[in-house]
Protein backbone atom coordinates (compact mmCIF):
# COMPACT_ATOMS: atom_id res chain seq x y z
CA UNK A 1 0.00 0.00 0.00
CA UNK A 2 1.49 3.48 -0.79
CA UNK A 3 2.06 6.17 1.84
CA UNK A 4 -1.32 8.09 0.98
CA UNK A 5 -3.90 5.64 0.08
CA UNK A 6 -7.63 7.16 0.74
CA UNK A 7 -9.65 3.84 1.85
CA UNK A 8 -12.78 5.40 3.82
CA UNK A 9 -14.32 8.08 5.84
CA UNK A 10 -15.36 8.84 9.37
CA UNK A 11 -16.76 11.57 11.24
CA UNK A 12 -14.29 13.64 13.05
CA UNK A 13 -16.21 12.70 16.70
CA UNK A 14 -15.44 9.17 15.56
CA UNK A 15 -11.99 9.33 16.03
CA UNK A 16 -12.93 10.03 19.75
CA UNK A 17 -15.27 7.57 20.89
CA UNK A 18 -14.89 5.05 18.18
CA UNK A 19 -12.10 5.30 16.26
CA UNK A 20 -9.11 6.76 18.05
CA UNK A 21 -5.36 5.45 17.92
CA UNK A 22 -5.49 2.22 18.41
CA UNK A 23 -8.50 1.12 17.19
CA UNK A 24 -10.05 -0.96 14.23
CA UNK A 25 -12.02 0.61 11.96
CA UNK A 26 -13.92 -1.96 9.95
CA UNK A 27 -14.36 -0.67 6.39
CA UNK A 28 -16.76 -2.16 3.60
CA UNK A 29 -13.71 -4.03 2.17
CA UNK A 30 -10.80 -3.66 4.20
CA UNK A 31 -9.91 -3.12 8.20
CA UNK A 32 -7.57 -0.86 9.43
CA UNK A 33 -6.07 0.51 12.68
CA UNK A 34 -5.89 4.26 13.46
CA UNK A 35 -2.08 5.17 14.52
CA UNK A 36 -0.83 6.76 17.13
CA UNK A 37 -1.23 10.50 17.37
CA UNK A 38 2.82 11.02 16.61
CA UNK A 39 1.79 9.77 13.02
CA UNK A 40 -1.00 12.44 12.38
CA UNK A 41 0.02 15.88 10.85
CA UNK A 42 -0.27 18.07 13.93
CA UNK A 43 -0.58 21.69 11.90
CA UNK A 44 -4.23 20.14 10.40
CA UNK A 45 -5.60 19.51 13.38
CA UNK A 46 -6.72 22.59 14.79
CA UNK A 47 -6.36 23.94 18.63
CA UNK A 48 -8.95 24.25 21.33
CA UNK A 49 -9.11 26.46 23.86
CA UNK A 50 -10.21 24.87 27.62
CA UNK A 51 -8.12 25.41 30.23
CA UNK A 52 -9.88 23.52 32.57
CA UNK A 53 -10.19 20.48 30.39
CA UNK A 54 -6.22 21.07 29.73
CA UNK A 55 -5.16 21.41 33.10
CA UNK A 56 -7.30 18.09 34.02
CA UNK A 57 -5.49 16.57 31.02
CA UNK A 58 -2.09 17.50 32.59
CA UNK A 59 -2.29 16.01 36.09
CA UNK A 60 -3.09 12.45 34.34
CA UNK A 61 -0.27 12.84 31.17
CA UNK A 62 1.89 15.52 32.63
CA UNK A 63 2.58 19.26 31.98
CA UNK A 64 4.13 18.30 28.73
CA UNK A 65 0.75 18.18 27.00
CA UNK A 66 0.54 22.22 25.44
CA UNK A 67 -2.77 21.52 23.45
CA UNK A 68 -5.83 20.45 22.72
CA UNK A 69 -6.56 19.81 19.14
CA UNK A 70 -9.66 18.48 16.62
CA UNK A 71 -8.90 15.80 14.55
CA UNK A 72 -8.00 16.89 11.35
CA UNK A 73 -10.82 17.28 8.50
CA UNK A 74 -11.35 18.26 4.59
CA UNK A 75 -13.36 21.61 4.64
CA UNK A 76 -14.01 20.91 0.87
CA UNK A 77 -15.17 18.09 -1.50
CA UNK A 78 -13.31 18.73 -4.40
CA UNK A 79 -13.54 15.54 -6.28
CA UNK A 80 -11.21 17.15 -9.71
CA UNK A 81 -7.59 17.43 -9.50
CA UNK A 82 -5.63 15.49 -6.92
CA UNK A 83 -4.79 18.14 -4.32
CA UNK A 84 -3.37 17.91 -0.90
CA UNK A 85 -6.78 18.53 0.60
CA UNK A 86 -7.66 15.05 -0.67
CA UNK A 87 -5.15 13.73 1.14
CA UNK A 88 -6.25 15.48 5.24
CA UNK A 89 -7.14 12.58 6.99
CA UNK A 90 -5.61 10.20 9.86
CA UNK A 91 -3.15 7.76 9.09
CA UNK A 92 -4.42 3.99 9.05
CA UNK A 93 -2.71 0.74 8.26
CA UNK A 94 -4.48 -2.83 7.24
CA UNK A 95 -5.01 -4.65 10.45
CA UNK A 96 -5.51 -7.64 10.45
CA UNK A 97 -2.11 -8.23 8.15
CA UNK A 98 -3.77 -11.67 7.60
CA UNK A 99 -6.35 -11.87 4.95
CA UNK A 100 -8.60 -14.40 3.30
CA UNK A 101 -9.78 -15.58 -0.31
CA UNK A 102 -13.28 -15.83 -0.52
CA UNK A 103 -12.86 -18.07 -3.01
CA UNK A 104 -10.35 -20.50 -2.29
CA UNK A 105 -10.12 -20.05 1.39
CA UNK A 106 -6.06 -18.90 1.02
CA UNK A 107 -4.98 -17.48 4.59
CA UNK A 108 -1.96 -15.48 4.26
CA UNK A 109 -0.35 -12.05 5.37
CA UNK A 110 -1.53 -9.51 2.52
CA UNK A 111 2.26 -8.10 2.26
CA UNK A 112 3.94 -11.13 1.00
CA UNK A 113 2.87 -10.88 -2.56
CA UNK A 114 0.01 -13.23 -2.67
CA UNK A 115 -2.83 -10.15 -3.01
CA UNK A 116 -2.94 -6.88 -4.54
CA UNK A 117 -4.36 -3.71 -3.49
CA UNK A 118 -6.64 -2.29 -5.65
CA UNK A 119 -7.75 1.34 -4.97
CA UNK A 120 -10.43 3.49 -5.74
CA UNK A 121 -9.52 7.23 -5.83
CA UNK A 122 -12.90 8.32 -6.85
CA UNK A 123 -14.45 5.91 -4.27
CA UNK A 124 -12.04 4.86 -1.38
CA UNK A 125 -14.75 2.79 0.29
CA UNK A 126 -13.89 0.53 -2.51
CA UNK A 127 -10.57 -0.30 -2.50
CA UNK A 128 -9.58 -3.69 -1.52
CA UNK A 129 -7.68 -6.51 -1.89
CA UNK A 130 -7.53 -9.19 -4.19
CA UNK A 131 -5.73 -12.58 -4.53
CA UNK A 132 -4.39 -12.67 -7.75
CA UNK A 133 -5.43 -15.29 -10.41
CA UNK A 134 -7.38 -17.66 -7.73
CA UNK A 135 -7.97 -20.92 -9.03
CA UNK A 136 -10.89 -21.68 -6.85
CA UNK A 137 -10.81 -23.73 -3.50
CA UNK A 138 -10.31 -27.52 -5.83
CA UNK A 139 -7.21 -25.88 -8.29
CA UNK A 140 -9.64 -26.00 -11.68
CA UNK A 141 -10.87 -23.01 -11.95
CA UNK A 142 -9.79 -20.43 -14.59
CA UNK A 143 -7.52 -17.69 -12.89
CA UNK A 144 -9.08 -14.44 -12.33
CA UNK A 145 -8.72 -12.33 -9.36
CA UNK A 146 -11.11 -12.91 -6.05
CA UNK A 147 -11.79 -10.70 -3.47
CA UNK A 148 -10.04 -10.61 -0.08
CA UNK A 149 -11.42 -10.17 3.16
CA UNK A 150 -9.51 -9.32 6.53
CA UNK A 151 -9.72 -12.59 9.29
CA UNK A 152 -11.92 -12.17 11.49
CA UNK A 153 -10.03 -13.22 14.79
CA UNK A 154 -7.16 -11.40 16.18
CA UNK A 155 -5.73 -11.67 19.81
CA UNK A 156 -6.13 -8.86 22.62
CA UNK A 157 -4.65 -8.25 26.56
CA UNK A 158 -5.77 -6.28 29.31
CA UNK A 159 -2.77 -4.36 28.76
CA UNK A 160 -3.48 -2.45 25.43
CA UNK A 161 -1.99 -5.00 23.43
CA UNK A 162 -3.37 -6.09 20.01
CA UNK A 163 -2.02 -8.83 17.47
CA UNK A 164 -2.65 -10.66 14.68
CA UNK A 165 -4.03 -14.33 15.34
CA UNK A 166 -1.25 -17.08 15.82
CA UNK A 167 -2.48 -18.75 12.44
CA UNK A 168 0.04 -21.39 12.35
CA UNK A 169 0.74 -21.97 16.12
CA UNK A 170 -2.61 -22.52 16.44
CA UNK A 171 -3.39 -24.90 13.59
CA UNK A 172 0.16 -26.94 14.25
CA UNK A 173 -1.10 -26.81 18.28
CA UNK A 174 2.77 -25.19 19.14
CA UNK A 175 5.56 -24.13 17.23
CA UNK A 176 6.44 -25.94 14.14
CA UNK A 177 8.64 -25.79 11.17
CA UNK A 178 5.83 -26.54 8.77
CA UNK A 179 5.67 -23.90 5.98
CA UNK A 180 2.52 -24.61 4.16
CA UNK A 181 -0.26 -22.60 3.21
CA UNK A 182 -3.16 -22.49 5.22
CA UNK A 183 -6.60 -22.68 4.39
CA UNK A 184 -10.29 -21.24 5.75
CA UNK A 185 -13.11 -23.11 5.48
CA UNK A 186 -16.70 -23.44 6.99
CA UNK A 187 -17.88 -27.07 7.56
CA UNK A 188 -22.14 -26.33 8.13
CA UNK A 189 -24.54 -23.88 7.21
CA UNK A 190 -23.87 -21.42 10.41
CA UNK A 191 -20.91 -19.59 11.36
CA UNK A 192 -20.83 -20.42 14.83
CA UNK A 193 -17.15 -20.74 15.66
CA UNK A 194 -17.26 -25.03 16.20
CA UNK A 195 -18.36 -25.19 12.36
CA UNK A 196 -15.11 -22.78 11.18
CA UNK A 197 -11.71 -24.63 10.39
CA UNK A 198 -8.22 -23.95 9.97
CA UNK A 199 -6.11 -26.17 7.80
CA UNK A 200 -2.40 -26.47 6.40
CA UNK A 201 -1.63 -27.72 3.13
CA UNK A 202 1.55 -28.78 3.64
CA UNK A 203 1.01 -31.17 6.69
CA UNK A 204 -2.59 -31.52 6.48
CA UNK A 205 -2.83 -30.44 10.26
CA UNK A 206 -6.35 -28.99 10.73
CA UNK A 207 -8.08 -27.15 14.28
CA UNK A 208 -11.61 -25.90 15.06
CA UNK A 209 -11.50 -22.22 15.94
CA UNK A 210 -13.73 -23.44 19.00
CA UNK A 211 -10.86 -24.20 20.89
CA UNK A 212 -9.35 -20.82 20.65
CA UNK A 213 -11.55 -19.48 23.15
CA UNK A 214 -12.81 -19.51 26.82
CA UNK A 215 -10.68 -22.36 28.51
CA UNK A 216 -9.48 -24.07 25.74
CA UNK A 217 -8.41 -20.97 24.52
CA UNK A 218 -6.28 -20.16 27.52
CA UNK A 219 -4.36 -23.79 26.88
CA UNK A 220 -3.82 -23.42 23.25
CA UNK A 221 -2.76 -19.62 22.88
CA UNK A 222 0.46 -18.50 22.86
CA UNK A 223 1.95 -15.97 25.60
CA UNK A 224 1.17 -12.35 25.09
CA UNK A 225 3.46 -10.50 22.35
CA UNK A 226 3.09 -7.31 23.82
CA UNK A 227 2.46 -5.67 20.33
CA UNK A 228 0.80 -2.26 19.82
CA UNK A 229 -0.21 -1.89 16.23
CA UNK A 230 -1.07 1.27 16.32
CA UNK A 231 2.48 2.08 17.23
CA UNK A 232 4.70 -0.65 15.51
CA UNK A 233 6.36 -1.15 18.91
CA UNK A 234 6.54 -4.60 21.83
CA UNK A 235 6.92 -4.14 25.06
CA UNK A 236 9.74 -6.01 26.83
CA UNK A 237 7.22 -8.18 28.48
CA UNK A 238 3.47 -9.06 29.09
CA UNK A 239 2.35 -11.18 32.02
CA UNK A 240 -1.25 -10.76 30.80
CA UNK A 241 -3.14 -13.75 28.55
CA UNK A 242 -3.59 -13.08 25.23
CA UNK A 243 -7.40 -13.43 24.38
CA UNK A 244 -8.94 -14.45 21.18
CA UNK A 245 -11.19 -11.21 19.85
CA UNK A 246 -13.75 -11.08 16.66
CA UNK A 247 -12.86 -7.97 14.43
CA UNK A 248 -15.30 -5.53 15.30
CA UNK A 249 -16.18 -6.60 18.92
CA UNK A 250 -16.64 -3.49 21.58
CA UNK A 251 -13.97 -5.11 24.00
CA UNK A 252 -11.39 -4.58 21.75
CA UNK A 253 -11.13 -0.35 22.64
CA UNK A 254 -12.83 1.68 25.19
CA UNK A 255 -11.55 5.38 24.83
CA UNK A 256 -10.84 7.08 28.42
CA UNK A 257 -11.66 10.32 28.07
CA UNK A 258 -12.36 13.33 30.16
CA UNK A 259 -14.92 16.02 29.54
CA UNK A 260 -15.54 19.80 30.59
CA UNK A 261 -17.99 22.47 30.33
CA UNK A 262 -16.86 25.96 28.99
CA UNK A 263 -17.72 28.09 31.87
CA UNK A 264 -16.91 31.70 32.54
CA UNK A 265 -13.55 31.69 35.14
CA UNK A 266 -12.71 34.89 35.58
CA UNK A 267 -15.16 38.29 36.14
CA UNK A 268 -14.16 40.09 33.49
CA UNK A 269 -15.60 39.34 30.13
CA UNK A 270 -12.60 40.35 28.36
CA UNK A 271 -10.25 38.44 30.78
CA UNK A 272 -12.55 35.70 29.90
CA UNK A 273 -12.11 36.24 26.28
CA UNK A 274 -8.29 35.76 26.79
CA UNK A 275 -8.08 33.03 28.94
CA UNK A 276 -10.05 31.09 26.48
CA UNK A 277 -7.60 31.88 23.65
CA UNK A 278 -4.51 33.26 25.54
CA UNK A 279 -2.85 31.39 22.51
CA UNK A 280 -3.47 34.24 19.90
CA UNK A 281 -2.77 37.07 22.33
CA UNK A 282 0.56 35.73 24.62
CA UNK A 283 2.91 36.87 21.91
CA UNK A 284 1.74 40.25 20.58
CA UNK A 285 4.41 42.62 21.62
CA UNK A 286 2.38 46.23 21.85
CA UNK A 287 -1.16 47.37 21.59
CA UNK A 288 -0.99 48.15 17.95
CA UNK A 289 -1.03 44.56 17.53
CA UNK A 290 -4.27 43.97 18.72
CA UNK A 291 -6.50 45.06 16.20
CA UNK A 292 -4.75 43.13 13.33
CA UNK A 293 -5.48 39.68 15.39
CA UNK A 294 -8.69 40.59 16.26
CA UNK A 295 -9.38 40.66 12.78
CA UNK A 296 -7.65 37.74 12.28
CA UNK A 297 -9.71 35.66 14.43
CA UNK A 298 -13.14 37.29 12.63
CA UNK A 299 -12.58 35.88 9.57
CA UNK A 300 -11.67 32.34 11.07
CA UNK A 301 -14.72 32.89 12.91
CA UNK A 302 -13.13 32.29 16.13
CA UNK A 303 -13.65 33.68 19.22
CA UNK A 304 -16.82 35.73 19.30
CA UNK A 305 -17.44 38.53 20.96
CA UNK A 306 -13.70 39.82 20.91
CA UNK A 307 -14.89 42.68 18.45
CA UNK A 308 -16.85 44.26 20.97
CA UNK A 309 -13.87 45.38 22.79
CA UNK A 310 -11.35 48.13 21.56
CA UNK A 311 -7.63 47.54 21.49
CA UNK A 312 -6.96 49.52 24.53
CA UNK A 313 -9.31 47.81 26.76
CA UNK A 314 -7.82 44.56 25.10
CA UNK A 315 -4.15 45.26 25.93
CA UNK A 316 -4.79 46.22 29.57
CA UNK A 317 -6.40 42.63 30.03
CA UNK A 318 -3.23 41.23 28.22
CA UNK A 319 -0.98 42.90 30.80
CA UNK A 320 -3.54 42.03 33.96
CA UNK A 321 -3.15 38.59 32.64
CA UNK A 322 0.94 38.60 32.36
CA UNK A 323 1.75 40.16 35.68
CA UNK A 324 -0.73 37.81 37.41
CA UNK A 325 -3.64 39.98 38.38
CA UNK A 326 -6.14 37.32 37.07
CA UNK A 327 -7.09 34.42 39.68
CA UNK A 328 -6.08 31.20 38.35
CA UNK A 329 -8.92 28.23 38.85
CA UNK A 330 -7.56 25.98 36.50
CA UNK A 331 -5.85 23.96 39.34
CA UNK A 332 -8.88 22.47 40.70
CA UNK A 333 -8.66 18.54 41.39
CA UNK A 334 -12.59 17.96 40.93
CA UNK A 335 -13.14 19.23 37.46
CA UNK A 336 -17.02 19.57 38.11
CA UNK A 337 -16.78 21.79 41.20
CA UNK A 338 -15.84 25.32 39.41
CA UNK A 339 -18.74 23.95 37.07
CA UNK A 340 -21.22 23.93 40.59
CA UNK A 341 -20.19 27.31 41.14
CA UNK A 342 -21.15 28.51 38.36
CA UNK A 343 -24.42 26.68 38.16
CA UNK A 344 -24.99 28.08 41.81
CA UNK A 345 -24.04 31.51 41.57
CA UNK A 346 -26.77 33.43 42.63
CA UNK A 347 -25.72 35.60 39.74
CA UNK A 348 -25.17 33.65 36.90
CA UNK A 349 -23.21 35.14 33.85
CA UNK A 350 -25.52 36.02 31.46
CA UNK A 351 -23.68 37.33 27.93
CA UNK A 352 -20.40 34.91 28.10
CA UNK A 353 -20.52 33.76 24.33
CA UNK A 354 -20.45 29.87 25.06
CA UNK A 355 -22.58 30.01 28.65
CA UNK A 356 -25.69 31.92 28.35
CA UNK A 357 -28.13 31.02 30.60
CA UNK A 358 -31.62 32.58 32.41
CA UNK A 359 -32.67 31.37 35.72
CA UNK A 360 -36.79 30.78 36.05
CA UNK A 361 -39.08 30.08 38.82
CA UNK A 362 -39.10 26.08 39.61
CA UNK A 363 -42.15 24.28 39.02
CA UNK A 364 -45.13 25.16 41.39
CA UNK A 365 -45.33 21.25 42.87
CA UNK A 366 -42.73 20.61 43.44
CA UNK A 367 -40.90 24.22 44.83
CA UNK A 368 -40.63 22.17 48.32
CA UNK A 369 -38.10 19.91 46.35
CA UNK A 370 -36.34 22.08 43.90
CA UNK A 371 -34.92 25.10 44.58
CA UNK A 372 -32.94 26.58 41.25
CA UNK A 373 -33.96 26.07 37.42
CA UNK A 374 -31.81 27.70 35.27
CA UNK A 375 -32.16 27.44 31.52
CA UNK A 376 -28.81 27.31 29.91
CA UNK A 377 -29.57 28.75 26.01
CA UNK A 378 -26.10 28.47 25.32
CA UNK A 379 -23.03 26.23 26.45
CA UNK A 380 -20.06 24.29 24.80
CA UNK A 381 -18.92 20.98 26.10
CA UNK A 382 -15.21 20.22 25.18
CA UNK A 383 -14.19 16.52 25.31
CA UNK A 384 -10.62 15.31 25.09
CA UNK A 385 -9.23 11.50 24.45
CA UNK A 386 -6.48 10.01 27.08
CA UNK A 387 -6.02 7.23 26.02
CA UNK A 388 -7.67 2.77 25.75
CA UNK A 389 -8.36 0.49 27.38
CA UNK A 390 -9.00 -3.41 25.53
CA UNK A 391 -11.05 -6.48 27.23
CA UNK A 392 -12.16 -4.40 30.23
CA UNK A 393 -13.73 -0.84 30.25
CA UNK A 394 -11.90 1.76 32.70
CA UNK A 395 -13.55 1.71 35.68
CA UNK A 396 -14.13 4.71 37.97
CA UNK A 397 -11.66 3.87 40.30
CA UNK A 398 -9.78 6.51 42.69
CA UNK A 399 -6.59 4.26 42.68
CA UNK A 400 -5.27 3.91 38.96
CA UNK A 401 -3.78 0.89 40.17
CA UNK A 402 -7.18 -0.74 40.29
CA UNK A 403 -8.62 0.04 36.66
CA UNK A 404 -7.59 -1.63 33.38
CA UNK A 405 -3.98 -0.32 32.47
CA UNK A 406 -4.43 3.00 29.68
CA UNK A 407 -2.69 2.82 26.50
CA UNK A 408 -1.05 5.44 25.28
CA UNK A 409 -2.17 7.08 22.06
CA UNK A 410 1.44 7.35 20.99
CA UNK A 411 4.89 6.79 20.94
CA UNK A 412 6.49 8.82 23.93
CA UNK A 413 4.60 11.06 26.76
CA UNK A 414 2.12 12.92 24.26
CA UNK A 415 2.20 16.88 23.77
CA UNK A 416 -1.34 17.27 22.57
CA UNK A 417 -4.28 15.04 22.89
CA UNK A 418 -7.35 14.89 20.19
CA UNK A 419 -10.38 16.28 21.34
CA UNK A 420 -13.82 18.13 20.55
CA UNK A 421 -16.02 20.38 21.04
CA UNK A 422 -19.99 20.53 21.06
CA UNK A 423 -22.47 23.22 21.29
CA UNK A 424 -25.60 23.04 22.70
CA UNK A 425 -28.27 24.03 25.51
CA UNK A 426 -29.61 22.51 28.91
CA UNK A 427 -31.06 22.42 31.75
CA UNK A 428 -29.62 22.69 35.06
CA UNK A 429 -32.54 21.50 38.08
CA UNK A 430 -30.64 22.07 41.56
CA UNK A 431 -32.49 20.51 44.95
CA UNK A 432 -33.57 21.63 47.95
CA UNK A 433 -30.73 20.93 50.21
CA UNK A 434 -32.73 20.30 53.26
CA UNK A 435 -35.45 18.24 51.87
CA UNK A 436 -32.46 15.98 50.25
CA UNK A 437 -30.68 15.25 54.17
CA UNK A 438 -34.21 14.60 55.62
CA UNK A 439 -34.17 11.99 52.98
CA UNK A 440 -31.24 10.44 53.41
CA UNK A 441 -31.76 10.00 57.17
CA UNK A 442 -34.85 7.57 56.43
CA UNK A 443 -34.57 4.23 56.84
CA UNK A 444 -36.11 3.15 53.77
CA UNK A 445 -33.48 5.02 52.09
CA UNK A 446 -30.98 3.79 54.04
CA UNK A 447 -32.35 -0.02 53.25
CA UNK A 448 -31.87 0.48 49.29
CA UNK A 449 -28.63 2.42 50.07
CA UNK A 450 -27.06 -0.78 51.38
CA UNK A 451 -29.07 -3.28 48.89
CA UNK A 452 -26.98 -1.01 45.70
CA UNK A 453 -23.57 -0.97 48.41
CA UNK A 454 -24.20 -4.77 48.45
CA UNK A 455 -24.38 -5.29 44.40
CA UNK A 456 -21.36 -2.52 44.32
CA UNK A 457 -19.00 -4.81 46.32
CA UNK A 458 -20.15 -8.07 44.47
CA UNK A 459 -19.26 -6.30 41.13
CA UNK A 460 -16.09 -5.15 42.09
CA UNK A 461 -15.47 -7.95 43.72
CA UNK A 462 -16.14 -10.38 40.81
CA UNK A 463 -13.45 -8.17 38.85
CA UNK A 464 -10.70 -8.41 41.96
CA UNK A 465 -11.51 -4.25 42.25
CA UNK A 466 -11.39 -2.93 45.88
CA UNK A 467 -14.90 -3.53 47.13
CA UNK A 468 -15.01 -0.40 49.11
CA UNK A 469 -13.84 2.32 46.33
CA UNK A 470 -15.79 4.01 44.22
CA UNK A 471 -19.43 3.89 45.06
CA UNK A 472 -21.31 7.29 44.70
CA UNK A 473 -23.92 6.92 46.93
CA UNK A 474 -27.54 7.22 47.29
CA UNK A 475 -27.91 10.28 46.48
CA UNK A 476 -25.96 10.14 43.10
CA UNK A 477 -28.54 6.77 42.39
CA UNK A 478 -31.28 8.97 43.11
CA UNK A 479 -30.72 12.18 41.24
CA UNK A 480 -28.79 9.72 38.55
CA UNK A 481 -32.32 7.99 38.08
CA UNK A 482 -34.16 11.45 38.23
CA UNK A 483 -31.92 12.52 35.34
CA UNK A 484 -32.40 8.94 33.19
CA UNK A 485 -36.35 9.28 33.78
CA UNK A 486 -36.50 13.20 32.10
CA UNK A 487 -34.33 12.59 29.23
CA UNK A 488 -36.93 9.55 27.89
CA UNK A 489 -39.66 12.38 28.43
CA UNK A 490 -37.42 14.86 26.79
CA UNK A 491 -37.13 13.02 24.33
CA UNK A 492 -40.64 12.53 23.44
CA UNK A 493 -41.27 16.60 23.59
CA UNK A 494 -38.07 18.45 22.47
CA UNK A 495 -37.67 17.32 18.66
CA UNK A 496 -34.47 16.17 19.74
CA UNK A 497 -32.82 12.22 19.44
CA UNK A 498 -32.54 10.42 22.51
CA UNK A 499 -28.86 9.78 22.19
CA UNK A 500 -28.31 13.55 21.95
CA UNK A 501 -29.26 14.23 24.90
CA UNK A 502 -26.36 13.82 27.91
CA UNK A 503 -26.62 14.80 31.93
CA UNK A 504 -24.24 15.48 34.15
CA UNK A 505 -24.48 14.88 38.00
CA UNK A 506 -23.84 17.14 40.78
CA UNK A 507 -24.15 14.69 44.15
CA UNK A 508 -20.58 15.52 45.52
CA UNK A 509 -21.44 15.86 49.52
CA UNK A 510 -17.58 15.76 50.38
CA UNK A 511 -16.68 19.18 50.19
CA UNK A 512 -18.04 22.09 52.03
CA UNK A 513 -20.67 23.28 49.83
CA UNK A 514 -23.31 19.56 48.98
CA UNK A 515 -23.97 19.21 45.31
CA UNK A 516 -27.56 17.74 44.82
CA UNK A 517 -28.25 18.43 41.20
CA UNK A 518 -28.71 17.33 37.40
CA UNK A 519 -27.89 19.53 34.05
CA UNK A 520 -29.22 17.75 31.22
CA UNK A 521 -28.50 18.98 27.54
CA UNK A 522 -27.56 18.50 24.37
CA UNK A 523 -24.40 17.35 23.53
CA UNK A 524 -24.50 16.16 19.48
CA UNK A 525 -21.99 17.95 17.31
CA UNK A 526 -24.64 18.81 14.26
CA UNK A 527 -27.62 20.82 14.03
CA UNK A 528 -29.22 19.23 17.32
CA UNK A 529 -27.12 21.51 19.35
CA UNK A 530 -29.22 24.81 18.13
CA UNK A 531 -32.62 23.68 17.93
CA UNK A 532 -34.06 25.46 21.21
CA UNK A 533 -36.42 22.77 21.71
CA UNK A 534 -34.70 21.58 25.48
CA UNK A 535 -34.87 25.30 26.79
CA UNK A 536 -38.52 25.30 25.59
CA UNK A 537 -39.44 22.67 27.95
CA UNK A 538 -37.56 24.00 31.27
CA UNK A 539 -40.17 26.75 31.79
CA UNK A 540 -42.14 26.25 34.88
CA UNK A 541 -45.61 24.88 33.68
CA UNK A 542 -43.92 22.40 30.94
CA UNK A 543 -41.00 21.52 33.50
CA UNK A 544 -43.61 20.54 36.22
CA UNK A 545 -45.96 18.67 33.29
CA UNK A 546 -42.55 16.77 32.81
CA UNK A 547 -41.43 15.64 35.94
CA UNK A 548 -44.82 14.70 37.00
CA UNK A 549 -45.91 12.45 33.62
CA UNK A 550 -41.51 10.85 34.68
CA UNK A 551 -42.81 9.88 37.88
CA UNK A 552 -46.06 8.83 37.27
CA UNK A 553 -44.43 6.57 34.71
CA UNK A 554 -41.76 5.26 37.16
CA UNK A 555 -44.44 3.68 39.31
CA UNK A 556 -44.84 0.82 37.50
CA UNK A 557 -42.23 -1.08 34.70
CA UNK A 558 -43.53 -2.89 32.19
CA UNK A 559 -41.51 -5.67 33.60
CA UNK A 560 -42.71 -5.61 37.22
CA UNK A 561 -42.46 -7.28 39.74
CA UNK A 562 -39.23 -8.77 37.95
CA UNK A 563 -37.62 -4.83 37.91
CA UNK A 564 -38.96 -3.73 41.39
CA UNK A 565 -38.01 -6.26 43.24
CA UNK A 566 -34.63 -6.88 41.68
CA UNK A 567 -31.83 -7.54 44.14
CA UNK A 568 -27.96 -6.12 42.96
CA UNK A 569 -26.53 -8.52 45.37
CA UNK A 570 -28.23 -11.52 43.72
CA UNK A 571 -26.38 -10.97 40.75
CA UNK A 572 -23.45 -8.47 41.19
CA UNK A 573 -25.11 -5.67 39.37
CA UNK A 574 -24.68 -1.85 39.80
CA UNK A 575 -28.68 -1.22 39.71
CA UNK A 576 -31.73 -2.27 41.27
CA UNK A 577 -35.62 -1.32 40.23
CA UNK A 578 -34.41 -0.04 36.89
CA UNK A 579 -34.15 -1.74 33.45
CA UNK A 580 -34.75 -0.99 29.63
CA UNK A 581 -38.19 -0.71 29.97
CA UNK A 582 -38.00 2.04 32.56
CA UNK A 583 -34.94 3.53 33.29
CA UNK A 584 -31.89 3.12 30.80
CA UNK A 585 -30.61 5.13 28.30
CA UNK A 586 -28.18 5.60 25.32
CA UNK A 587 -24.67 4.82 26.48
CA UNK A 588 -24.30 7.84 24.59
CA UNK A 589 -26.45 9.87 27.26
CA UNK A 590 -25.46 8.14 30.34
CA UNK A 591 -22.21 9.23 32.19
CA UNK A 592 -22.19 6.15 34.41
CA UNK A 593 -22.97 3.31 31.73
CA UNK A 594 -26.98 2.78 33.22
CA UNK A 595 -25.21 1.99 36.45
CA UNK A 596 -26.43 2.87 40.25
CA UNK A 597 -30.24 3.27 39.25
CA UNK A 598 -33.08 2.88 41.50
CA UNK A 599 -36.72 4.24 40.79
CA UNK A 600 -37.73 3.04 43.92
CA UNK A 601 -35.75 6.68 45.72
CA UNK A 602 -38.25 8.61 43.66
CA UNK A 603 -41.86 7.56 43.55
CA UNK A 604 -43.45 4.23 45.70
CA UNK A 605 -42.94 0.65 43.69
CA UNK A 606 -44.36 -2.52 43.58
CA UNK A 607 -41.62 -3.54 46.37
CA UNK A 608 -40.99 -0.45 48.21
CA UNK A 609 -43.37 2.90 49.05
CA UNK A 610 -41.06 3.84 52.02
CA UNK A 611 -37.69 5.73 50.13
CA UNK A 612 -39.31 7.76 47.46
CA UNK A 613 -37.88 11.38 47.54
CA UNK A 614 -41.38 12.39 45.63
CA UNK A 615 -43.52 10.61 48.30
CA UNK A 616 -46.77 12.88 48.31
CA UNK A 617 -47.22 12.04 51.81
CA UNK A 618 -43.86 12.70 52.72
CA UNK A 619 -43.81 16.43 50.73
CA UNK A 620 -47.32 17.19 52.17
CA UNK A 621 -46.42 16.78 55.84
CA UNK A 622 -43.71 19.16 55.44
Avoid at 352 to 358: E, R
Amino acid sequence: MSDKTPVGEVRPSQLLWTYGPGALIDLPNLSVVTLGIDRWEKERCTPIEEARLLSAVRRVLGAQVDSLRMPPFRVSENMGKRTAEDYTGVPVRPFPRWLRCVKCGLLSEYDIGLFKLKESYHRPESTRFVHKDCKGSRGDQPARDADAVPARFLVACRNGHLDDFPWHYFVHRGTSDCKGTLRFFESGASLQTENLWIKCDGCGAARNMAHAFGRLGQENLPACRGRHAHLDTYDEKCEEDARAVLLGATNSWFPVTLSALAIPLADDPVTQLLTDDWESFEDLESVDEVKPTVRLLQKKGLLPGIERYTADEIWNAIEKKRSGGVAETVTEADIKEPEWRVLTDPNPPTDYPHFMSTPVEPPEKYKSHVSVVLLLKRLREVNALLGFTRVEAPEEAESSDESAPMASLGKGRPEWVPANQVHGEGIFIRFEESMMEAWETRPGVQVVDRRLFNGHRGWRNSRKLDPNDGYPGVRYAMLHTLSHLLIRELALDCGYNAASIRERIYADVEGENPQAGILIYTAAADSDGTLGGLVELGKPERLGELLEQALDRARVCSSDPLCSEHDPKKDRSLHSAACHACSFVSETSCEKGNRYLDRSLLVPTLDRADAAFFDPSVSSAS
